[in-house]
């Protein structure tokens, strides 16, 4: 990854920031059990270095009774304020934590994992929290015992314990070094952690997955498309979804923004619900339709967005199916193979942005594949959003007051709030030959949006890990770090525990 190795240089903990860590008095501290899976000599190199002093080291073969164990390689190495990070984490009753990691190769430090917060969908595709993870005794114990020290058992364990976990915290700090390790192939944990998953396939890189699921009965999808790009456009849509649509039940229905065209008539007349609101705003458009609308799914597209995959309807029904997705959406790619949505990260080029936006997925697949696995985003754009209408019409539908912009992110934010989650399926892939321009935003509109995302902004996407520059279409590491090295100081470390007054800098 470009740029890591500065990035290293500036987030190395100053010998000042170690000292005061030294010094800090926890109010309730936290024994450690820092467990060799196999060994080695730099985890113990590293151990003698830590700012935080309350740990035992011990392997596979001793299991001594402590608050918490973390599990590594013994080639392993560790940043000198990882157990401090952890125990500043470890309050609160958080059960299961993790932090960011790299690969040493020759002594040099590599292929940086920057990690989302908690993202159960995206660990149904590949183990991200990796093997630096620290897991409560009482959660060690429900999760039956220690892990073994292969991929395929670290997995399982890890998916048991993320499943039984009350709370799970990740820290953004780059706190694990760890020797090259080969990905499991291997389905099995999968399998036994979703047991209902009729099909596991293999992802798009080594040590990824994609789980297919079995949709309740035999749902009605509600294709609900606009004319907003003329009817031209919308024809080629209709036309994409009937030839690709391999679900025996669905049906269309049309809003229409501007007076009726000879293509809307001939649609009518032949049992097509078209809905005529001259001047209606896109959610007040959808909102109407969603209320016609019959099937259990409702699927919304923008007119000139038109499937690719083949398969789209069953393997987008699968995910929003799911018990805790609230909205699913695929890849859109623009008329030239480019990515316009992979997943909406807020923030991201100063707004609402994809990563990987601009650049085909061939580049994305070389640069950074596991952006091509399913995963938890915060947001999608309006390009096609699928939804459960059990979920869109209790929370409102649309906000007619967010006007053109950022009305179909703000309802996944929503979604969000009532715990469900917002994911993007890249392995189905849409089309969007339409027109991107935007009606010039009202003052208003401008105001309703900062509202609606301004918590994002200033706290950071949850679900893409803040010390990745959002200044790239591609993950790349920030410079300086995100968290600044602001959070070095020790006025701004979490409150339950007591320092000196002695400042950092």
């Known amino acids: 990854m470009q740029d890591y190795d500065r990035f290293v240089a500036l987030a190395t903990l100053t010998p000042k920031a170690a000292a005061a860590q030294r010094r800090a008095v926890f109010w309730a501290a936290p024994l450690f059990a820092v467990v060799m899976t196999d060994p080695g000599q730099a985890l113990k190199a590293s151990l003698a270095r830590q700012t935080y002093p309350h740990f035992v080291l011990t392997d596979l073969s001793h299991r001594p009774a402590t608050d918490y164990y973390l599990f590594l390689p013994g080639q392993a190495r560790l940043a000198p304020d990882a157990l401090f990070r952890l125990?500043?984490?470890?309050?609160?009753?958080?059960?299961?934590?993790?932090?960011?990691?790299?690969?040493?190769v020759n002594g040099r430090r590599r292929d940086?994992?920057?990690?989302?917060d908690f993202s159960p969908h995206t660990l149904l595709s590949h183990d991200y929290p990796?093997?630096?993870?620290?897991?409560?005794r009482r959660l060690l114990l429900a999760a039956g015992g220690w892990p073994g020290p292969t991929p395929a058992r670290s997995y399982?364990?890890?998916?048991?314990?993320?499943?039984?976990?009350?709370?799970?915290?990740?820290?953004?700090?780059?706190?694990f070094s760890l020797p090259p390790e080969a990905p499991s192939q291997d389905p099995s944990p999968l399998k036994a952690a979703l047991g209902s998953a009729p099909l596991i396939l293999p992802g798009p890189c080594p040590g990824t997955?994609?789980?297919?699921?079995?949709?309740?009965?035999?749902?009605?999808?509600?294709?609900?498309?606009?004319?907003?790009?003329?009817?031209?456009?919308?024809?080629?849509?209709?036309?994409?979804?009937?030839?690709?649509?391999?679900?025996?039940?669905?049906?269309?229905?049309?809003?229409?923004?501007?007076?009726?065209?000879?293509?809307?008539?001939?649609?009518?007349s032949n049992g097509v619900t078209v809905?005529?609101?001259?001047?209606?705003?896109?959610?007040?458009l959808w909102n109407e339709a969603a209320r016609a609308a019959r099937g259990r799914f409702l699927l919304f597209l923008l007119s000139g967005c038109a499937p690719l995959s083949p398969d789209f309807g069953q393997r987008l029904t699968e995910w929003a199916d799911r018990p805790d997705v609230g909205a699913v959406g695929p890849l859109v790619l623009d008329g030239q193979g480019r990515v316009l949505s992979c997943g909406t990260a807020?923030?991201?080029?100063?707004?609402?942005?994809?990563?990987?936006?601009?650049?085909?997925?061939?580049?994305?697949?070389?640069?950074?594949?596991?952006?091509?696995?399913?995963?938890?985003?915060?947001?999608?754009?309006?390009?096609?959003l699928m939804i459960r209408r059990d979920r869109f019409l209790p929370v409102g539908g649309f906000d007619p007051t967010m006007g053109s912009l950022g009305f179909a992110e703000e309802l996944c934010l929503?979604?969000?709030k009532r715990g469900l989650f917002t994911l993007c399926a890249p392995g189905v892939r849409f089309r969007f030959t339409g027109s991107l321009a935007v009606p010039t935003p009202s003052r208003a509109n401008l105001l309703r949006c900062r509202d609606a995302f301004y918590p994002l902004l200033e706290a950071g996407d949850p679900f893409y890990n803040p010390n990745l520059s959002m200044a790239h279409p591609l993950p790349r590491p920030a410079l300086p770090p995100r968290p600044a090295l602001l959070l070095h100081r020790t006025e701004n470390w979490p409150p339950y525990f007591s320092h000196s007054r002695e400042k950092n800098y």
């Open 414 to 416: 929503r979604l969000g």
């Open 209 to 268: 997955f994609l789980p297919r699921f079995n949709v309740r009965g035999e749902p009605l999808v509600s294709v609900i498309a606009s004319d907003e790009n003329g009817s031209d456009a919308l024809k080629s849509a209709l036309l994409a979804v009937e030839q690709r649509m391999q679900l025996p039940r669905y049906e269309f229905v049309v809003a229409a923004s501007r007076p009726l065209t000879p293509f809307l008539r001939a649609l009518q």
């Open 275 to 284: 809905l005529e609101r001259p001047g209606a705003s896109p959610c007040a």
């Open 130 to 136: 990796g093997r630096g993870i620290c897991v409560s």
């Open 346 to 384: 807020v923030g991201m080029l100063g707004g609402l942005c994809s990563p990987g936006f601009g650049l085909t997925p061939e580049q994305i697949r070389a640069d950074c594949p596991r952006l091509l696995c399913p995963r938890d985003v915060s947001c999608l754009g309006p390009w096609a």
């Open 87 to 104: 125990a500043a984490a470890a309050g609160g009753g958080r059960e299961l934590l993790y932090a960011d990691e790299d690969v040493l």
């Open 112 to 116: 940086p994992r920057f990690k989302p």
């Open 156 to 175: 399982a364990f890890t998916l048991r314990a993320a499943a039984l976990a009350e709370r799970i915290a990740h820290l953004p700090f780059m706190l």
